[in-house]
C-alpha cells in the first residue's frame, strides 16, 4: 500500500515558527513531525511514499531526498497552486490505482497502521477514516456512525447550542479507494472533511475507525507544545494498540453525575462539578477513561437506545465544553427480571454484560489492548466492584452516589468522590 502525505499548507497559525520553514518540518522532540510520520510508516511496512509539497518544499526535498536513508522511496509533486486537501491529490490520480493511505503533515500520529488496514478490509471498505473523541469538541467538525462504523452523519463547525453530538472527530487519516477520484474535480481548491466528505457519505462505503491511539495535529501554538509535551512524557510512545494499555473504568451514575434514579431524559444527567476536572487529568495520563454503565432504562422501556444514546451524547458535550473526553462508552441495555407489561421483552435477558458480570469491561480490554490487571475500576455499588474483582482490575469504592451501600464486597481503596479517586491513582507508580 502506497502512502501520501500532505504537506503543502502554509501554517499561517504558526506564523511565528513557518518562515523559513513549512509546518511539516517543525520538530517535536528531536525530529520534524514529518519524519515521525515517515518512520512511522517505514516500521509498519510502506515502501513508497508520495509528499505533495508547495509552500517552501525545498527544505523538504533536500532533507528527505528520495528516501534511500529511511529505508523507502519517497517521490513529490509540486501543486501549482495551493489546493486545499483535496485538489493536489486529484493532480496524481494516475499513480494511485489500488487503496492508499493519506495523512496530514501536520498530524502527530503514533497508532497500529496494520490494524487500521485490517479494519479497512474487513469492512470492504472504499473509504475509511481515522477517528476520535478530542478535547475540544465544540470547535471540531463532529461525525457519527452506525453500530456497523459506517458514517451516517457530518456536522461541521460551529455546532447548534441547541443539541447534544457525539465526540467524533476526523483525525486526519485515511484509507482511500480509487473510487473517491470521481468525485474530486481537477484543478479545484477543496477540503475532504468540509467539501467531499459530507457530499458522500451516503454514495460511497465511508466507515469510521475509531481509536484512542495518538492523533493530534500541532497546526497552532498552544497545541505544539500539548504535542511536545505528550513527546516528552511517553505519553506519544505508549499510545499504540500495538502495546498494552492501562484504563480507568468509570461507572456513570453516582460517579460522573447526581444519582437520580433511572435516568431517561437529558435533563436529568446532571455533572458532579468535579468531573470534567478528573476526567481531564485521567487524559492527560496513561490511562483510558472507558465509561462502562448498566442501562436497563431500556429494557424497562423508559426510553429507546437512540434516546439513551442521545443522553449520552449530552454527556459528551458538556464534558467537552470543559477539555475532557471519554475515551468510549459502554452500555448494559439489559434486565433479567422478566413478566412486566410495560417491558422491552428485547432486552429482558440474562447477559453477559451487566454488571457484576465485567463483559463490558472484557470487550473494552480487547478493542484497545488493556492490561486490565494494571487497570482499575471506580464506582459507587458493589456490582460495580465485583465487575472489577471479576475482570482482573484494582476496585475503588465511592462515597458519592450510593456510597457502596449495604455493600458486603469490599473495593481495594475508597474515597469521597471521582477526583479524589483519580488523583490517588494517578500518585501511584505502577508498572
Known sequence: MKAVILAGGKGTRLSSFTKEIPKPMIKVGNKSVLEHQILLLKKYGFSE???LVNYLKKSIIDYFSDGTKFGLKISYFEEPKPLGTVGGLKEIENILNDDFLLLYGDVMINMDLQRLINFHKNKNSELTLVVHPNDHPYD????????????????????????????LVNAGAYIISPTIFKYLKKGKKADFGKDIFPAIYDKVRMFAYNTTEYLKDMGTPERLKEVTRALNNYQIKNASYELKQ??????????????ISLIHKPEDLILYDFTAKAIKKINKSVYKAILVTNQPVIARNLCTVEELEYIHKKLETELGKKNAKLDAIYYCP???DKGYPEENKKYKIECYCRKPKPGMLIDASNIFNIDLKKSFMIGDSERDIIAGKNAGCRTIGLKSGNAMKNSIVKPDYIFNNLLEAVEFILSLQLN
Open 334 to 336: 439489559h434486565h433479567p
Open 49 to 51: 511514499v508520495i509528499i
Open 140 to 167: 471540531s467538525d463532529l461525525l457519527d456512525i452506525n453500530s456497523n462504523e459506517r458514517i451516517t452523519h457530518f456536522f461541521p463547525k460551529p455546532h447548534s447550542n441547541n443539541n447534544y453530538l457525539r465526540n
Open 246 to 259: 492501562k484504563a480507568i473504568f468509570l461507572d456513570r451514575d453516582g460517579v460522573l453525575n447526581k444519582n
